[in-house]
């Protein structure tokens, strides 16, 4: 027995220097072996952590791939160089990213209104502390953007400073998006019901988990201990993976922030891809409007129609949504009138209850109100003043606004920027801040609600947590034109105050403040993602469960000094 445990203990050390000196290389790289091959990643300038960018975790999607689930990529022989972020998925360029390649985020108002990404895009990223420690828990991050525009690549979800501070294993993963990631016709259907599903976004969010499974113990995580997080879009397809059967296993607690619990019919999605392919037919001049498009459309074949829509890039795709003029949000938006050929091309992508990946059950609340769904303890986040991202009636055009947010972080803008250089007074008259703070509840008030209805559908099945994001420290004016608005708690929770689209809030005066508070929100994470429980020192006061009847939610706010968190 004794010499049987001498042996295990030297065995047990071998591995231990292995996994160090793999993770302390001097050269500045590191390399890690996953179920494909070998990737060689960097430790960071400030020697803090390591990354691996552009991990490829499925094949192209490219080809006779689109519009298929995603297939697991080929094994590769050496060692795969992955220190650079991969291709962002095909979209229209805004001030959502992606950047431009070589840029920096002063540099997107290039991409405004174009297309922009590539079909070969599904590549995820790893963040790690550089300690040798094993077993960590593991973050998989999904970004927001309507389901039709954003980027892992983003500045905000860099995940080295929450890796550090949550002690933790860091992903954030790209996902098809738009016409290319949620796309249902009768000719594209194969008789395969995975294959015909529509939801094709999704199931590259289930590969990207089915990849952390099977890899990130070799990046030191606890496959046992993932921890599945996501902001408005992304929180909605964090409620998706949730309710989708082949997602069981795959993950153990979720982080769902500013987003709804929702789901779509397949004779919704049907409906939005024939607009799709009527606008197609506009732009390339075999019909004029919707009437005409209707009747052409209607008289070719199904296999005339997948051919003709496997002819186009994906370019094409975004064309057709994107107004060279500007849009309100700097992402190209055209708003059609109601029932117009293209009245169902920008809004949100659909998820499609299709019975496979989805349940066929709408609303997707009834689904976990039967208890039909993967059990696990949720934190639901929203930010006070969710709205004025959306309902800003702004005078200025999406380049001028873009050029003074970023100037204001650069020291470019121009000086004494007031309320009424920003915000139309013709349409609110008189133009003050309650005005204008009345104008944006409504949209607030839908972002509160959806959390509020989420957590009252999982209610009393799993473990409910909920907090609510007041920070509105920026400078003047913007502290009342964005103030707390949708996505401001992410550079929190990230620990990101560089150069990124919140970039106008961050200032000196500001700053001990907000980073205590970023400490504060880090620190909930880290217990969240460990325990279920997001309770720790750092909060000053007991965090307790949201329930119906005691809708408790953590308070998350700053002076321009400290941290003020109390319950509400």
């Given at each position: 027995m004794k010499k049987s445990t001498g042996i295990k203990i030297v065995l047990m050390g071998i591995g231990f220097v292995f996994f160090l000196v793999s993770f302390a290389a001097a050269d500045m790289s590191v390399v890690v072996k996953t179920q494909y091959g070998k990737i060689m990643g960097t430790k960071e300038p400030d020697k803090s952590g390591f990354s691996w960018l552009g991990v490829p975790f499925a094949k192209p999607p490219v080809g006779h791939l689109r519009w298929q689930p995603p297939e697991e990529p080929d094994n590769w022989n050496g060692v795969l160089k992955t220190q650079k972020y991969g291709n962002a998925c095909t979209q229209v360029g805004g001030?959502?990213?992606?950047?431009?390649?070589?840029?920096?985020?002063?540099?997107?108002?290039?991409?405004?209104?174009?297309?922009?990404?590539?079909?070969?895009?599904?590549?995820?990223?790893?963040?790690?502390?550089?300690?040798?420690?094993?077993?960590?828990?593991?973050?998989?991050?999904?970004?927001?953007?309507?389901?039709?525009?954003?980027?892992?690549?983003?500045?905000?979800?860099?995940?080295?400073?929450?890796?550090?501070?949550?002690?933790?294993?860091?992903?954030?993963?790209?996902?098809?998006?738009g016409h290319l990631g949620w796309f249902s016709h009768p000719a594209l259907n194969t008789g395969d019901a995975l294959r015909d599903s529509g939801n094709f976004g999704l199931l590259d969010l289930i590969q990207s988990l089915k990849f952390v499974k099977n890899n990130i113990a070799n990046f030191g995580g606890d496959p046992d201990n993932v921890t599945i997080m996501g902001q408005s879009a992304g929180a909605s397809n964090v409620f998706a993976l949730i309710a989708s059967p082949l997602a069981a296993g795959l993950f153990h607690k979720a982080i769902p922030l500013s987003g709804a619990v929702s789901s779509t019919s397949p004779t919704a999605a049907v409906n939005k891809a024939n607009a799709v392919i009527n606008a197609l037919l506009i732009a390339d001049g075999l019909a004029t409007d919707k009437a005409s498009a209707d009747a052409y459309r209607t008289a070719q074949t199904n296999v005339w129609i997948k051919n003709y829509l496997m002819s186009k890039t994906g370019a094409d795709f975004m064309r057709i949504q994107t107004n060279l003029t500007g849009?309100?949000?700097?992402?190209?938006?055209?708003?059609?009138?109601?029932?117009?050929?293209?009245?169902?091309?920008?809004?949100?992508a659909p998820l499609v209850a299709d019975g496979t990946v989805l349940p066929a059950t709408i609303p997707l609340t009834n689904v976990i109100k039967s208890g039909n769904f993967n059990k696990v303890p949720l934190l639901v986040g929203h930010t006070a003043e969710e709205g004025k991202l959306f309902a800003g009636p702004f005078k200025?055009?999406?380049?001028?606004?873009?050029?003074?947010?970023?100037?204001?972080?650069?020291?470019?803008?121009?000086?004494?920027?007031?309320?009424e250089d920003l915000i139309d007074g013709t349409i609110l008259n008189p133009l003050t801040v309650e005005s204008y703070n009345q104008y944006t509840s409504p949209s607030t008030s839908f972002f509160v609600n959806a959390g509020i209805s989420a957590m009252t559908s999982f209610y009393p099945q799993v473990p409910l947590y909920a907090y609510n994001f007041k920070w509105n420290k920026e400078p003047e004016p913007w502290d009342v034109v964005y103030g707390a608005w949708h996505s401001e708690d992410l550079?929190?929770?990230?620990?990101?105050f560089t150069l990124n689209l919140d970039c106008f809030g961050w200032s000196k005066a500001n700053e001990p403040g907000r980073l205590a508070l970023s400490n504060a929100m880090q620190k909930s994470i880290a217990a969240f993602i460990r325990t279920g429980d997001p309770n720790n020192s750092t909060l000053g006061e007991a965090w307790d469960p949201w329930t119906p009847t005691s809708p408790h939610k953590m308070g998350f706010d700053a002076t321009y000094d400290d941290a003020v968190i109390s319950q509400e």
């Open positions: 001030m959502f990213g992606p950047i431009p390649e070589g840029g920096d985020y002063s540099d997107i108002w290039e991409t405004f209104f174009r297309p922009v990404g590539s079909e070969d895009c599904l590549y995820l990223n790893v963040w790690r502390p550089a300690t040798s420690e094993e077993n960590l828990p593991v973050i998989l991050f999904i970004y927001g953007g309507t389901n039709v525009v954003g980027t892992a690549a983003d500045n905000v979800y860099v995940g080295r400073n929450l890796a550090n501070n949550a002690n933790a294993v860091v992903v954030t993963t790209n996902y098809r998006v849009g309100k949000w700097g992402t190209g938006v055209r708003v059609p009138e109601p029932g117009s050929t293209t009245a169902l091309l920008w809004n949100a200025v055009d999406d380049f001028t606004r873009f050029r003074w947010m970023v100037g204001s972080y650069l020291g470019t803008a121009p000086d004494n920027l007031k309320l550079p929190f929770i990230f620990g990101n």
